[in-house]
């Protein structure tokens, strides 16, 4: 039985049980089907909990893992929706519990149980991951929705690898009230939260790079002081563009897929090139990037949760950094957050044509969200 959801903004409706209900699939050919799931899931787990989804948002992660050798499995990573069950034997102190009004991500993973994907009308989280969130009354959840994996990956780059504090959110670190930042990519979903979040922070000058289209936008988002002879020795390329790390080998030659990367042409040698004379010489620039840089180790590779792939041991302390963030965000929308425009897909065959376009770079400046259950 299909039912409509709810308002954005809203209380949650009460959960009729949505079955069928259609999920987005990736082979391990790295094509996109739909399948129809007839059974619902159930928390197998005492960790476990069953969120009915409302909301899903595409991000070009959901095709590039299949690059990173990640498939078989229901796509999809941040959502919106509201817990519908937990388990039995769940502790009576459980976090969430049935009707909480949630947001998150979804745990990445090479053929993860089909259960785990966002792209579907229902998934299960599980607590050990932390990446549930209650989702505050007055966050909407159309706005909400995109929000987890951007915040808590750009909040890795500023206030783990660049070692910035923010003490209203309980995180020590740097003071950058006379640092500049260099967000190279401003209108991706990095580089929007990133933005906001070095605003948040007290950055003196944080400096930005976009097409001409998306300018106006972002100037509405930004501090508002100018530079005044400030050393750029901070950096973070959202994009990394033009390095071949991830990403087809469009026009190369079979066998030889490097051959035409020109790193010198690349947006994580461009973001080098930009800071200020003799920073990198005198070993005080600090660099981020989204993706892995192989061709220059001086870059840190963010990562959207430092529990995940063995992290949390080699950096003691950074996942709970994010989670504060994402947390102190959300708590604090309507003061420091403005969410970036979205457009809105309910039908199944579209959502696969977006998740491409997502990945091809056909959008700008823009969050396309799945509706679910997707018809
Ligand atoms: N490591 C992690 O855990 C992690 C987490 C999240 C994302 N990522 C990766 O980070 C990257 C960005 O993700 P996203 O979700 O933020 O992407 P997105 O929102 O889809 O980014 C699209 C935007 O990128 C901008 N862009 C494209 N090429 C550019 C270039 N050469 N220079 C400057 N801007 C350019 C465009 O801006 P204009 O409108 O100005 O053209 C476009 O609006 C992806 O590769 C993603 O896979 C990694």
Known sequence: MAQSSSDPGNEPASDPQIVPFKAVYLDSEGSISIRSISDLYKPELPSQFLIRVEYSAINPGDLRHFHMGLH??????????TVVSTH???SSDFPFKKGDAVMGMTFPGHARPISHGAHQAYLLADLSHNLTFHRPKSFPAIEAVGFTSPV???ADAIFNILGIGLPSADLDGDDPSEKALLIWGGASALGWASIQLAKAAGFKCIFTTASRKSHAALREIRNSAKKQGIILSLAFDTVCKGTGIFEPPVGAEEGNPKQLVDFAKSTPSLTKSALSEGVVERGEAKLASSLPILQDSEFLFVLFSRK?????????GWWQRQEKVVSWVSENHEAVWKPMPVKVVDNAEESVKAIQAVFDGKYSLLKVLLKHPLT
């Open 72 to 81: 078989s499995f229901v796509m999809g990573y941040d959502y919106v929706g």
């Open 88 to 90: 039995p034997d769940s």
């Open 152 to 154: 808590q990956t750009a």
């Open 308 to 316: 995940w792939a063995g992290e949390e041991g080699k950096h003691p």
